[in-house]
Each structure stands twice: as C-alpha cells, then as structure tokens.
C-alpha cells in the first residue's frame, strides 16, 4: 500500500505564502516525477507543476515566477513554495507521483486526498 500525504493547507490573505508538503510512504521502490495539481470549485483538475526525479521542473504559466516545487528524494517528499498568492489560486492541491512498488514492474499514478488552499482578497 502506498500513501501521498499533503500538508500545509490554510487560509492566508492575497499577497501572502504558504508551503505545501506531500509524503509518499509505503513500499516503494522508485519515484518518478511528482507534481502538483489543483482543482477550483466548477472547473476541472489542472496541472501547476511538477519535478522529475533528476529535479527538472515544469510550471503552469498562471504560476510562474510566484510558485517553486521541490523534492527530497531520500525522504520521498515534494514541497510546493507559493508565494504572491492571489485569490485565484484558491483551490484544493493534490499531490502525484509516478511510482514503482517493491515487487512490481510498471510505474502507477498515485494521489493524495488533497490540502485546502483559499486565498482572501
């Protein structure tokens, strides 16, 4: 069994910051990428960004410049630094990795249940 873990949700005024974690536990062999999504009420999940395993990263362009992901591979953990947070980016953030179970032999997309992110104008 695998589990992705996020933390570090919350409520924070537009202009402010908060530091997204997600934990992957479980028996796990490999991580491949990880990344981050989200999903705003009415509007269908998106990509915001994700890391390979090498620690290329890629971004959506409504968070450029505002939003730094990160991972440690050793702890099996990907963090997500947002800052200038606009009202826009309230949402709730999950977390994904492409991992390989001990004993299997095909990489899988697993998620977290999600962190709550509302960001007050």
């Known amino acids: 069994q695998v589990q992705l873990v996020e933390s570090g949700g919350g409520l924070v005024q537009a202009g402010g910051s908060l530091r997204l974690s997600c934990a992957a536990s479980?028996?796990?062999?490999?991580?491949?990428?990880m990344g981050w999504y989200r999903q705003a009420p009415g509007k269908q999940r998106e990509l915001v960004a994700s890391?390979?395993?090498?620690?290329?990263?890629n971004y959506a362009d409504s968070v450029k410049g505002r939003f730094t992901i990160s991972r440690d591979n050793a702890k099996n953990t990907v963090y997500l630094q947002m800052n200038s947070l606009k009202p826009e980016d309230t949402a709730v953030y999950y977390c994904n990795a492409d991992l390989l179970l001990r004993g299997a032999v095909m990489y899988k997309d697993y998620w977290g249940k999600g962190t709550l992110v509302t960001v007050s104008s």
């Open positions: 479980g028996s796990i062999f490999s991580i491949n990428a």
């Open positions: 890391i390979t395993r090498g620690g290329s990263t």
